[in-house]
Nanobody, 119 residues
Framework: VQLQASGGGLVQAGESLRLSCEVSGRFVSIKAMGWYRQAPGKQRELVAQIINNYNPNYADSVKGRFTISRDNAQNIVSLQMNSLEPEDTAVYYC??????????????WGQGTQVTVSS
């Protein structure tokens, strides 16, 4: 299973970015798709996640500004980030929980994409 993330970059506060992560490989389905981030000197934290097709959950710090979506046909998870703040600066990682035949599961991480928000 491979994850290819894209969409990071440098923006000013108040601007928007959209991250996408395409999942490829052999599996039956993807149970959870999400985005985490890690700022310098801080632990990696969950930003947003969708489990199956249930309502997504978000970190309190991004509620109302970020929107996660998933395309099950294309195996893509996206994160629309609006009203970006300098505190959103971090490396963003996509994360998936993949299901194989026999209900075996495994977790995979993307390579990380840098998001930098200047004030």
């Amino acid at each position: 299973v491979q994850l290819q993330a894209s969409g990071g970059g440098l923006v000013q506060a108040g601007e928007s970015l959209r991250l996408s992560c395409e999942v490829s490989g052999r599996f039956v389905s993807i149970k959870a798709m999400g985005w985490y981030r890690q700022a310098p000197g801080k632990q990696r934290e969950l930003v947003a996640q969708i489990i199956n097709n249930y309502n997504p959950n978000y970190a309190d710090s991004v509620k109302g500004r970020f929107t996660i979506s998933r395309d099950n046909a294309q195996n893509i998870v996206s994160l629309q980030m609006n009203s970006l703040e300098p505190e959103d600066t971090a490396v963003y990682y996509c994360n998936v929980d993949v299901v194989y035949s026999g209900f075996r599961r495994n977790e995979f991480w993307g390579q990380g994409t840098q998001v930098t928000v200047s004030s």
